[in-house]
């Protein structure tokens, strides 16, 4: 493995942003950046054996500093929303930003994607450390974060997720990565193909909001369980998709432990990609607009024009104690593997 270090430029508040590189022996790719622990891109191989940019996003560190997409970042303190920017742990409740509507959505007005992280490559990896102090955006604690991104051999990409806390808070992490597997300057991915290892969902409001209930995707248009084309139900006259146009929801995985959560393929470009995590949920998200004016080579993305496949806990975890618990503590540091591994359409 081939990892280089480049500068990406200076952050508006004159911290030293860099770009990786990681380069397998078949010369795919990932490269990430400081700036917001992202994923900048993923070349990989199609069917003919041509590299291909699977991950949308910018050319430049500047429109990284003004992205309001949450573009292959590294979201927190707590990602997906908390209900009315509120919520209340060991007696005592915390008001956060409401930037979502009437809700928190990505940590706040300033999460930590639009923070510059200390970097460092270390063996086959790099790896990525930023400390959240007590009362940032709101939320109690110092604390501590490490990610960890490799590439391996067989164009497997792992993130590795590590926080501490010095006192009781709420986390929920996760990677906002931006696909469509025919290259990230392509059209929509309503024909990809879609498997998600779930038979049940979380429900939403009409502001994307979980309300507590778990359904069963049997008999709806939620139902990944055999591989469909995401556009095959995604304008159903159904109530879930009524009011986004779109998927925006959280599917509850099946399984424990590092499992496969889902699979997402392109029958055009040749390009499958398995998603496997440690983590209780997934969101499904597929922009029903653009999600930003503008990404790579100045390209306007179009609506449906990617997929995200966000692993994490269950959104607004807090307002809801079935759900799996979203509190960290002192004493049990929170470790999460997700892997996006990228072979070829059989």
């Known amino acids: 493995m081939n990892i280089t270090k480049q500068s990406f430029g200076v952050t508006s508040d004159g911290q030293n942003a860099y770009l990786y590189c990681m380069k397998n022996s078949g010369g795919a790719c990932v490269t990430v950046t400081s700036f917001g622990c992202r994923i900048v891109s993923i070349c990989v191989p199609d069917r003919e054996g041509t590299l291909r940019d699977v991950c949308l996003g910018y050319d430049t560190l500047a429109e990284y500093e003004q992205d309001t997409a949450s573009f292959s970042a590294v979201v927190g303190r707590h990602a997906n929303r908390i209900a009315k920017g509120e919520f209340t742990l060991n007696g005592q409740t915390y008001s956060l930003a409401v930037n979502n509507g009437p809700n928190h959505l990505h940590g706040g007005l300033r999460g930590f994607h639009y923070y510059n992280w200390d970097s460092c490559i270390e063996g086959n990896t790099v790896r990525f450390t930023r400390v959240s102090p007590d009362g940032e955006e709101g939320y109690p604690g110092t604390l501590a974060m490490n990610v960890t991104y490799s590439w391996s051999e067989d164009n497997e990409l792992s993130i590795f997720y590590e926080a501490r806390t010095d006192q009781d808070t709420v986390f929920n992490t996760t990677n906002h990565a931006y696909f469509n597997l025919d290259g990230e300057s392509a059209d929509t991915v309503l024909n ?71 699979v997402l393929s392109s029958l055009q470009s040749g390009i499958r990609m398995t998603c496997f995590t440690d983590q209780p949920g997934m969101q499904l998200y597929v922009p029903a607009g653009s999600p930003a004016a503008h990404g790579k080579k100045g390209r306007c993305y179009p609506a449906y024009g990617s997929v995200c496949l966000e692993t994490q806990h269950f959104p607004n975890a807090t307002s809801h104690p079935d759900f799996p618990s979203v509190i960290l503590t002192p004493g049990q540091p929170f470790k999460s593997k997700t892997i996006y591994h990228f072979s070829s359409v059989s």
Do not use: C, W
């Open 192 to 262: 990809h193909m879609l498997m998600i290892n779930a038979s049940q969902f979380t429900e939403t409001d009409e502001n994307d909001l979980t309300t507590g209930r778990i359904l069963d995707v049997a008999g709806t248009p939620m139902d990944f369980t055999t591989a469909k084309p995401i556009g095959k139900d995604i304008r159903a006259d159904y109530y879930q998709l009524r009011h986004s146009r779109t998927y925006d929801h959280n599917f509850v995985l099946s399984g424990s432990g590092l499992t496969e959560a889902a």
